[in-house]
């Protein structure tokens, strides 16, 4: 079944390519949506919950809303941390299989991967961070190659390490509390051709947002480009990043905490929808 998603997505993405070019040069065309989740219960065939330790965070990720680390309420998701006071065991191992050390923190984190993976098109999610800045924050929405071979390895194909062909990144949202509050980056990941090898910084924008307001946050393919949009306004544009991110992608939100600063109180990651587009000429 995914090998024909992934047939129906590359035709969409050639449409996508040349509806994007064609727009900017005056062709009439539509982005139809054929992927949108408004969050009025959590729906298990677009999302599940992912467990997995990476970039030595200090939580560990849990399942089933768990203390409301995941809740659905009000037509919105909130991914949350939160501070359970003492520290207790994490089975969240990293994909070398080392298990996280014991923890007081808990957190929420959800994928689309074996769910909803598109290729090209336009990713959006309308969301709000409130009291940003606070250290160890590191809330994010973002989107991975659907070959990696990370967990939930579901399928023989997801064997892929990151940042490779297959298995690369796109940060759409990403808010890193070291550098204060109401910002956030914007990124491609540069491959460096090896498993592990990837480039953070070469192809970021950091952008400033007021982020305990909703805004919109999106990556769109436009011909060998990824252009980053912020509530419909294009921010940056990564020459060239299209052409070498050009496999499916699932999507991936997630509040993290990056390091073993002291919460003040619980963090949330307010999420309004999600949605994928693809471009149709007229």
Not at 69 to 77: D, L, Q, Y
Not at 87 to 113: E, L, M, V, W
Not at 218 to 223: E, I, K, N, P, T
Request: with cysteine.
């Amino acid at each position: 079944m995914k090998y024909l998603l992934i047939i129906f997505s590359a035709y969409l993405f050639a449409a996508s390519l040349q509806g994007a070019e064609s727009s900017a040069a005056g062709d009439e065309g539509t982005w139809i949506v054929d992927f949108r989740d408004d969050f009025d219960h959590f729906n298990p065939n677009n999302w599940q919950d992912q467990i997995l330790w990476v970039n030595d965070e200090d939580q560990c990720y849990v399942r089933n809303n768990e203390l409301n680390t995941r809740e659905v309420s009000n037509g919105t998701i909130k991914l949350r941390v939160i501070d359970l006071g003492e520290k207790r065991p994490c089975d969240n191992r990293n994909k070398f299989g080392k298990q996280h050390q014991d923890t007081q923190y808990i957190a929420g984190r959800i994928t689309s991967k074996n769910r909803q993976e598109f290729v090209g098109g336009r990713w959006t999610a309308r969301l709000r961070v409130e009291n940003s800045g606070q250290a160890g924050m590191f809330p994010a929405w973002w989107l991975l190659g659907a070959n990696n071979n990370e967990p939930p390895v579901e399928e023989e194909n997801e064997n892929i390490c990151w940042p490779m062909p297959g298995s690369g990144e796109i940060d759409i949202f990403e808010h890193h509390s070291d550098g204060g509050p109401d910002h956030y980056a914007a990124r491609a990941i540069k491959n460096l051709g090896y498993c592990g090898g990837g480039d953070w910084q070469q192809l970021m924008l950091v952008q400033e947002a007021t982020l305990a307001d909703y805004h919109e946050y999106a990556v769109q393919w436009s011909g060998s480009d990824l252009v980053f949009l912020l509530d419909g306004r294009q921010i940056y544009r990564s020459a060239g990043a299209g052409d070498e991110l050009a496999e499916p992608f699932f999507a991936v939100l997630n509040f993290a905490k990056i390091n073993n600063s002291a919460m003040r109180q619980t963090w949330a990651m307010e999420v309004d929808w999600v949605k994928h587009e693809y471009w149709q000429p007229r």
